[in-house]
């Protein structure tokens, strides 16, 4: 019986003491969210280390932010640049900043001087014009950036992304730059992105690949589809080829398959880095439209059509250039009507004297009874 009741005590005992541990786990987890509620701004929402302020029609950053935040969205709002101000107190533990779909036109110097610790860092969907090359520190430990469907006006491309030649991104090792208005790459574009393994440049107008470009970053992922690549010149492929490493994308691209593909259609059949090879297909010719290029032979690759439409803007041209010179031809006629016309007169009575001096010569002649004078008088 007494064994009994000491086991029933041990029992309470135990369900009193774990009663205990729960209420202060509990009292514990509703301080920790009192604590980080504390200082949130009105038109955000703070749980845990993470604040969201979203598609609240803001025009600049909360300033006051807990300094406890780690992650950070501000996204869907009216902001149209950040600065230095925009992050005015030091955030120590915020790794993850989103800033997507704002409208964004400007990002100015030293404006994330203050998050020394941030990792990734999301720009899309906004327009940005502008992007100041000391617009991270010097020891940022940035790895993701994401700037898709941010950049929309390709002449002020070299401007715009010439912070990534600053050389202050040396830990960035994953690059989006999807849905942008690129058309060329700068062939030193990435140059000192020296730890850069993941590039995405999926439909962003891209129709050429310059020298050099692709040759420092040690890539494992490059994403080239839907863009307007024709065809890849040998200096691309021998860069592709000395990285086995690397896994590339090319479908949705119009090649040509003319005889300046050829090429590139045996490094395509020799070679594994390209993961959508089997969806590869001809745009032009018309006679090899859809062909998928793995079922090209090198007989198939003509330029005639080449040859064709050079002879036809030949022909146009020298068209137009016949056209120009019969229009400078008739304006110094018009220019030069009076003078013309005097001469034109001048000739026409000098060739009347002329005739007239024969036809007298004629009658002269003509006649017997003046031909003797006529004699007489040449003598």
Not at 1 to 13: A, E
């Amino acid at each position: 019986m007494r064994l009994l009741i000491t086991s029933c005590g041990c029992k309470r005992g135990q369900i009193r003491g774990r009663t205990q541990v729960s209420g202060m786990m509990y009292l514990l987890f509703l301080l920790n969210v009192i604590l980080s509620c504390h200082g949130c701004p009105d038109e955000c929402f703070c749980a845990s280390q993470t604040v969201k302020c979203q598609n609240q029609d803001l025009d600049a950053i909360p300033p006051s932010l807990p300094n406890s935040t780690k992650v950070l969205f501000v996204t869907g709002n009216n902001i149209s640049g950040i600065s230095v101000d925009s992050f005015p107190t030091r955030l120590e533990l915020l790794t993850d900043l989103y800033l997507s779909g704002n409208e964004m036109e400007y990002v100015d110097a030293k404006v994330f001087d203050n998050l020394p610790n941030l990792v990734r860092l999301d720009l899309s969907n906004n327009n940005i014009q502008t992007f100041s090359e000391t617009a991270f520190p010097g020891d940022n430990k940035l790895q993701l950036l994401n700037l898709s469907s941010s950049f929309h006006n390709h002449t002020l491309m070299d401007m715009s992304l010439s912070f990534l030649k600053s050389g202050n991104l040396l830990q960035l090792t994953d690059l989006d730059l999807s849905s942008n208005d690129l058309v060329i790459l700068p062939d030193d574009m990435f140059s000192n992105l020296t730890h850069l393994v993941n590039l995405s440049l999926q439909n962003s107008s891209i129709i050429s690949i310059l020298n050099g470009t692709l040759k420092v970053p040690p890539l494992l992922d490059l994403d080239l589809r839907d863009n307007s690549l024709r065809n890849l010149p040998a200096t691309s492929l021998a860069q592709f080829t000395v990285k086995p490493g690397l896994h590339i994308r090319l479908a949705g691209n119009p090649w040509r398959c003319d005889c300046f593909i050829e090429d590139m259609l045996f490094w395509l059949k020799n070679n594994t880095q390209i993961i959508d090879r089997q969806d590869l297909t001809c745009s032009d010719p018309k006679a090899l439209r859809h062909r998928p290029l793995l079922q090209l032979e090198p007989s198939q690759l003509k330029c005639l059509g080449d040859m064709e439409g050079v002879l036809e803007t030949s022909y146009v041209f020298l068209g137009l250039v016949l056209a120009l010179i019969g229009v400078i031809f008739l304006l110094v006629l018009y220019l030069n009507r009076k003078g013309i016309k005097r001469w034109m007169y001048n000739i026409r009575d000098a060739c009347r004297d002329h005739m007239e001096g024969y036809h007298y010569r004629y009658e002269i002649n003509s006649d017997p009874r003046l031909a003797n004078l006529s004699i007489n008088s040449d003598v």
